[in-house]
């Protein structure tokens, strides 16, 4: 072990550990001072949150900016290092004594594949952890509309279920509209209309999954179009069978942020939306997916980026590297909203949309490494 962890490993690494360590912390001061801390704090002043409470939010908000804190805290860690070894002519000697520019970077490879674990299990573990934890403390949820529709073999549609609120559970003012075998060519032909006051997940007498409706009122449409009101009554089974806890868990995932849901949830999820044919939620989520392992990566790509970035000349502007780092980081970040689009829409398959960033930081290092004559 000391013969390949060498005392310029040691002295690198240190130093790129402290570097990071302070930009990361930066980060997280810079982020949650401006909004989240006075938030809190005038909460915690009006006694609407006590000092525990209080605390245990600024606690669980910090792992979702952890996840964008990593990548930047390499990037301007390493920089900051190999910057401040120029200047001081220590990159210089290293050169000097034959030290190859891959020797040079070797701890960093090291230090940003810890770093890269530490995001990866961020953004798996606790961030779907802390968020939860934050719904619980604030007692609040979301809530969203969603609407299911069934169609028969020729592509027929023969049911629509429109829910027009859910949230924490609990479905609100749902509307079941059956519709007949008749296809017309401007509309379709309704056949009845179902609205029911709420509704939640529950069993048949038989023990089968499906919804159950209350406070039903049932209307039959003739032939001209006009609604008849046949019936009330107090509750109606629906989605009977597999197709009801399939439907529920997607409609439970739709007001929910892809960062709410752990790796193996979102697979489930994924293989859900595919099967139900919500196409483009579907590519939507799996770029989500395939980003859980590729965004990760995207730190040691940034160490490396932020070395080259480092190394310069007697007399070059320092400042041109930070502005290039920044630049980046600020590019990626506001791009990956547009990648995420073009996948959700079909334009590119939803692999390509999260491998792509990756491959422009790959041609940036060799870029940049090739400007420098490394």
């Given at each position: 072990m000391?013969?390949?962890?060498?005392v310029?490993d040691?002295?690198?690494?240190?130093?790129?550990?402290?570097?990071?360590?302070?930009?990361?912390?930066?980060?997280?001061?810079?982020?949650?001072?401006?909004?989240?801390?006075?938030?809190?704090?005038?909460?915690?002043?009006?006694?609407?949150?006590?000092?525990?409470?209080?605390?245990?939010?600024?606690?669980?908000?910090?792992?979702?900016?952890?996840?964008k804190?990593?990548?930047?805290g390499?990037?301007?860690?390493?920089l900051?290092?190999?910057?401040k070894?120029?200047?001081?002519?220590?990159?210089?000697?290293?050169?000097?004594?034959?030290?190859?520019?891959?020797r040079?970077i070797?701890?960093?490879?090291?230090?940003s594949?810890?770093?890269?674990?530490l995001?990866?299990?961020?953004?798996?573990?606790?961030i779907?952890?802390?968020?939860?934890?934050?719904?619980?403390?604030?007692?609040?949820?979301?809530?969203?509309?969603f609407i299911?529709?069934?169609?028969?073999?020729?592509?027929?549609?023969?049911e629509?279920?429109?829910?027009?609120r859910?949230?924490n559970?609990?479905?609100?003012?749902?509307?079941?509209?059956n519709?007949?075998?008749?296809?017309?060519?401007?509309?379709?032909?309704?056949?009845s209309?179902?609205?029911?006051?709420?509704?939640?997940?529950?069993?048949?007498?038989?023990?089968?999954?499906?919804?159950?409706?209350?406070?039903?009122?049932?209307?039959?449409?003739?032939?001209?179009?006009?609604?008849?009101?046949?019936?009330?009554?107090?509750?109606q089974e629906?989605?009977?069978?597999?197709?009801?806890?399939?439907?529920?868990?997607?409609m439970?995932?739709s007001?929910?942020?892809?960062?709410?849901?752990?790796?193996?949830?979102?697979?489930?999820?994924?293989?859900?939306?595919?099967?139900?044919n919500?196409?483009?939620?579907?590519?939507?989520n799996?770029?989500?997916?395939?980003?859980?392992?590729?965004h990760?990566?995207?730190?040691?790509?940034?160490?490396v980026?932020?070395a080259?970035?480092?190394?310069?000349?007697?007399?070059?502007?320092?400042?041109?590297?930070?502005?290039?780092?920044?630049?980046?980081?600020?590019?990626?970040y506001?791009?990956?909203?547009?990648?995420?689009?073009?996948?959700?829409?079909?334009v590119?398959?939803?692999?390509?949309?999260?491998?792509?960033?990756?491959?422009?930081?790959?041609?940036?290092i060799?870029?940049?490494?090739?400007?420098?004559?490394?």
């Amino acid at each position: 072990m000391q013969k390949y962890f060498t005392v310029y490993d040691r002295y690198i690494f240190k130093q790129i550990f402290g570097a990071t360590f302070v930009a990361v912390l930066l980060f997280i001061i810079v982020w949650i001072a401006p909004e989240i801390l006075l938030k809190v704090i005038k909460h915690i002043l009006t006694g609407e949150t006590t000092l525990k409470t209080g605390i245990l939010i600024l606690l669980c908000e910090i792992p979702k900016i952890l996840g964008k804190a990593f990548p930047m805290g390499l990037l301007l860690g390493t920089l900051f290092t190999f910057d401040k070894l120029s200047k001081d002519s220590e990159l210089t000697i290293f050169r000097a004594v034959g030290m190859s520019f891959k020797r040079i970077i070797a701890p960093i490879l090291i230090f940003s594949s810890i770093i890269t674990v530490l995001c990866f299990i961020t953004y798996d573990k606790l961030i779907p952890y802390s968020c939860q934890k934050l719904q619980s403390i604030k007692g609040d949820g979301y809530s969203t509309q969603f609407i299911y529709t069934r169609k028969d073999k020729s592509n027929h549609l023969r049911e629509a279920i429109v829910v027009s609120r859910f949230a924490n559970g609990k479905m609100s003012n749902v509307i079941v509209m059956n519709f007949d075998d008749q296809i017309y060519k401007d509309l379709h032909g309704l056949d009845s209309v179902l609205i029911a006051e709420t509704g939640r997940k529950g069993f048949t007498k038989d023990g089968q999954k499906c919804w159950v409706l209350n406070g039903i009122t049932l209307y039959n449409i003739d032939d001209n179009g006009i609604f008849n009101l046949t019936q009330k009554y107090d509750e109606q089974e629906i989605l009977i069978g597999e197709v009801a806890e399939n439907t529920y868990t997607i409609m439970r995932n739709s007001i929910r942020r892809d960062r709410d849901i752990n790796n193996k949830d979102l697979k489930k999820y994924v293989d859900l939306l595919k099967q139900e044919n919500f196409e483009e939620e579907y590519r939507s989520n799996l770029n989500k997916y395939y980003q859980r392992f590729l965004h990760p990566l995207v730190c040691m790509l940034l160490a490396v980026l932020g070395a080259v970035l480092g190394f310069s000349k007697p007399r070059e502007q320092r400042l041109i590297g930070f502005v290039i780092a920044i630049g980046c980081i600020f590019a990626y970040y506001i791009t990956l909203p547009f990648f995420d689009l073009l996948a959700e829409k079909g334009v590119i398959a939803p692999f390509i949309s999260a491998v792509l960033p990756l491959i422009v930081f790959v041609a940036a290092i060799e870029f940049f490494y090739k400007s420098k004559d490394l």
